[in-house]
């Protein structure tokens, strides 16, 4: 039975306001005008290369607004640091992507199994529960769980030691899911939902269904 690697936030549950929200209006706030892409992607940079899970933050890292500054090229001044980082960017509201649950669906309806590969915290396991996800799900290898992260590989190894090589592993962030999936040889596609990673032009999607068509055609030759 062949396997799919799935994220979780931004892939199939959203969370209300996603992070990168919450710092743009925070850096607006404090006289920095960004966009919502800028700041996504400074901050998927910053954490691709500095995600690896602090005791004190529940299986996440830290946020270090210096080098998110950084990354927008804006100076890092050290009281404007300080006020950033004592602000919590975790949303405690959070729904499905409207394609979330008929690509779950037709997975199963082809016979895959699934497997959550995720960077997240303790409650996911509440998310998951509340919004039904787990009669789809197979398994869940979550960074709380296990004690490292994407783009680290080993958290794939987790998955891979039970599940074997899946055909996918589907997620939002080209710097975490879509590098990490490399790092592990697992075969990745990058669900750009809101066009923020415009010069990737291969391995993409910008909904849940068209990956759900890129599994049908790769079956046809696994």
Known sequence: MATIFVDMGDTLVKFVPRMHERIATTLKEEGIEVSEREVFRALVKHLGKYNFPHPEHDGLSPL???????????????????????????????????????????????????????????????????????QYLDSVIASCDVGVMKPHPKIFYYALKEYGEPIFHIG??????????KRA???????????????????KVKDLYQALDLIKERLKYY
Do not use: C, Q, W
């Open 64 to 134: 270090d607004f210096s080098d998110i500054l950084f990354e927008l090229g804006r100076p890092a001044d050290l009281n404007l640091v300080k006020k950033l980082s004592e602000r919590n960017y975790l949303s405690d509201r959070y729904e499905l992507y409207d394609d979330s649950i008929p690509f779950l669906k037709g997975l199963k309806d082809i016979g895959m199994k699934i497997v959550l590969v995720t960077n997240t915290t303790r409650k996911v396991h509440t998310i998951l529960k509340t919004l039904g996800l787990y």
């Open 172 to 181: 939002d962030v080209y710097e975490i899911d879509f590098v990490g999936a």
């Open 185 to 203: 040889y697992i075969s990745p596609i990058l669900l750009d939902r809101f066009d923020f990673y415009p010069e990737i032009k291969e391995s």
